[in-house]
């Protein structure tokens, strides 16, 4: 009877100690939950709104313009930032004229809120380098981005926002 009880112990530990390495690998590796801080993302996220993060194209270097992003700003910033991706390497990323224009057309912005326009210091025409991308949030008139920190280099970019988890009542896909 002893020898049973030792052994589904010894069975609970060895479950348990396994579905904790696979949470760890999969939070740590797979996906995340990130906390939005800030108004630069309205009106798509919202302050202290949650979203799940993947990681995987983060390995595969698959981006793609439109996807929202978490990134670290570098030394030009402060904490991790929460970015849409505009422009990809080779693109070449013009800001005139209150408008966003990728290889020479205007980008369709269905996110921003009606009315919105995008401005810089100066007019910006450039070619993104391979190896960084282009963000910029979709509150313009607020955000800290690109048009201020930069071209953002891949290993930045910390992961892909692919849900609004939380308020549960705005949950939805990204």
Do not use: C
């Not at 949470?23 to 995340?32: E, P, R, T």
């Not at 979203?51 to 981006?63: D, G, N, P, R």
């Amino acid at each position: 009877m002893r020898d049973r009880i030792l052994t589904e112990i010894k069975e609970w530990v060895i479950s348990i100690a396994i579905a904790a390495v696979i949470a760890f690998a999969i939070k740590g590796f797979i996906f995340d939950i990130v906390q939005v801080s800030g108004p630069s993302m309205i009106p798509t996220l919202h302050d202290n709104d949650r979203v799940a993060i993947e990681k995987i194209s983060l390995y595969t270097k698959s981006f793609k313009r439109g996807e929202i992003i978490i990134l670290d700003p570098g030394e030009k910033g402060r904490g991790l930032y929460i970015k849409r991706l505009i422009a990809l390497p080779g693109d070449r990323l013009q800001i005139k004229s209150g408008s966003v224009f990728i290889n020479g057309e205007k980008v369709n912005e269905p996110y921003l809120s009606e009315g919105t326009e995008t401005y810089a210091e100066e007019n910006i025409d450039m070619i993104i380098p391979e190896g960084f991308v282009y963000v910029l949030g979709d509150n313009r008139e607020v955000s800290e981005d690109s048009r201020y920190i930069g071209p953002i280099p891949f290993d930045h970019i910390k992961g892909h926002a692919i849900f609004k988890v939380f308020p549960f009542s705005d949950m939805k896909k990204l």
